[in-house]
């Protein structure tokens, strides 16, 4: 009978843990096995040195766009007993490799790069080269794939919506739902109840990796123009220009400018607009927005039918979901209001 094909989070743990294996003497016992679950990937490595326990973080492709943010998504992620979180990749450049030695995360790649600190074990291996052919992504943090998990992470109750509802509220194909469901059980991040009910689980992991997905695969695809703001103006004038607008009330108001709006004490140095492409030309004539690759103001596209927000809305503005604001903010400038915004908004959905 032929093997089950590993989903590709299971292959770079199992490449990774190869090399680990590699270490004179090292024992490596799962202590779960499931990607997702609660504590995923959580093992013990034990050898004349002793014992010690490591949570991973998977993070398939490591690119210096989601550096900050996985380093910072590292630093806040609770670990079990007294495992201490390592990242494993498909492949780790030299230059991200000395970055988290400095920041003094541990790591592994398919490649052979590792880097383990806990005295009296210590090991640093570099220079291995990158293989040819870097896997894919998971169908499920492909672009319909991150489209159906922001629904479930909108609203937990939408994961026993009827798999037409979840098509239309996501803007993906009807067919694509059972193989993306079947991807989430498979990980762990699905489960059904004796009664059918299905639920989410380790909703933190998926959470985590729904930002980086959205933000390497899912965000670029939904991109129209980056924009200048005209001389003389701020990011915080966009709300009161958007208010005379005709159309104003059907631009989202996201990025670093939503949350300023969502929480207090912000002050935000950039904006993320979405709005359909048909207005995009006239939105920018009305904003007095001009294209630079560096400006301040993001113009992308929504997709499906619930990236506004049903809650609290300034008057004559729209501000998209929290989630997609909070998926924005990833820098470290943005922490602390990233923080307040996942306790003040995200939170209350998981039931957490």
Known sequence: MPRKALIKDEQIIRDC??????????????????????????????????????????VPKLTPMVTDLVIHQ????????DAKPILVSHYISPQMAALLK?????????????????????????????????P?????FRPSGLKLVYQLLRNRQAVNATYRALADDSGIALGAIGSLFAELEKRGNLATDESGMRQLEAIEELLQRWQLGYLETLKPKLFLQRCQLAPGYTVNQIPEKLK????????????ELGAALLTSGF???????????ELQLKTMLQLQLTPNPDGQITLLQPFGRQCSWSGW??????????????????????????????HQYLLPRFGQ
């Open 17 to 58: 843990m190869k090399n680990i294996r590699g270490i004179p003497q090292a024992k490596i016992e799962f202590m779960v096995q499931k990607v997702g679950g609660p504590f995923s990937g959580t093992f013990r490595l034990s050898g004349p040195w002793g014992e010690f326990y490591y949570l991973i973080k998977v």
């Open 74 to 81: 590292i630093r806040t992620s609770a670990a079990p007993n």
């Open 102 to 134: 400095q920041k003094e995360i541990e790591y592994a790649d398919c490649s052979g790069n590792l880097y383990l600190n806990r005295m009296p074990l210590y090991i640093e291996i570099g220079g291995q080269k990158h293989s040819p052919k870097p």
């Open 136 to 140: 894919g992504a998971d169908r499920l």
């Open 244 to 255: 005379k607008l005709s159309a104003g009330e059907q631009v989202l108001i996201g990025g």
């Open 267 to 277: 002050q935000p140095q950039s904006a993320v607009l979405y709005l359909q492409a």
């Open 313 to 342: 809305q300034p008057e004559g503005l729209t501000l998209a979901d929290p989630l997609l604001t909070f998926a924005e903010l990833y820098g470290t400038a943005t922490d602390q209001v990233a923080d307040k915004l996942y």
